[in-house]
């Protein structure tokens, strides 16, 4: 990465296109180098950062499980009786339009 500052420049212009050049190429040189990755390892860095995410996950209690899991349950069979109710009402209201 390169960082450019906003500051007064008292260089000559052929100057600094050359060290602009110059940085700009230094990335690409050192990705050649550098080679491929090896995806065993990519895979193992992937499951090794996963690891250390669900350790630092705050898991629930056995009451806070049950509680969310009741309120889970509340809500599905609200918005199920609901479906059914818009449902049996439409149904309801297109039979007396098409008679």
């Not at 992937?46 to 969310?68: C, D, H, I």
């Not at 609200?78 to 339009?97: C, E, G, P, R, S």
């Amino acid at each position: 990465m390169t960082r450019v500052k906003a500051t007064p420049s008292t260089k000559s212009g052929k100057k600094e296109k050359k060290e602009a050049a110059e940085t700009a190429a230094a990335p690409a040189e050192a990705k050649e180098r550098k080679g491929r990755k090896n995806p065993l390892r990519a895979t193992g860095g992937y499951f090794a950062g996963a690891w250390y995410e669900l350790k630092q996950v705050r898991w629930p209690n056995r009451r806070a499980t049950w509680s969310m899991s009741a309120a889970l349950l509340g809500f599905t069979a609200f918005f199920a009786i609901l479906v059914l109710l818009l449902d049996a009402a439409f149904k309801y209201l297109f039979d007396l339009m098409l008679g």
